[in-house]
């Protein structure tokens, strides 16, 4: 069973980057795609992001998009969410997942992290 383990959530001001890491316990098949979820208390997971297997494609949520991009290093098999200009909205629990659907449904995704926070004040 696959483990994700996310970093490099913290507290920035609004305007401000940070660059989030999902490190897998083993690797990823090519079945697989990959992507960044958040959530905030009382609300539904929302997805951000999603790649493909080699990162020959992306896609976001419209709330993130032109300022969040996803990657991956596929020699180390890790996983990135750089996030620019963010906005104190931004503020949430991010959890990166792996499953066999590309979508950014939570129910496409089988193995969830444990999640990394962002706060981010105006």
């Known amino acids: 069973q696959v483990q994700l383990m996310e970093s490099g959530g913290g507290s920035v001001q609004a305007g401000g980057s940070l660059r989030l890491s999902c490190v897998p316990s083993?690797?990823?098949?090519?079945?697989?795609?990959m992507a960044w979820f958040r959530q905030i208390p009382g609300k539904e997971r929302e997805g951000i992001a999603v790649i493909t297997t080699g990162g020959t494609k992306t896609y976001y949520a419209d709330s993130v998009k032109g300022r969040f991009t996803i990657s991956q290093d596929n020699v180390n098999n890790t996983l990135y969410l750089q996030m620019n200009n963010l906005k104190p909205e931004d503020t949430a629990m991010y959890y990166c997942a792996t499953g066999r659907t590309l979508s950014l449904l939570p129910s496409g995704y089988n193995y969830w992290g444990q999640g990394t926070q962002v706060t981010v004040s105006s």
């Open positions: 083993q690797y990823i098949s090519r079945n697989y795609y």
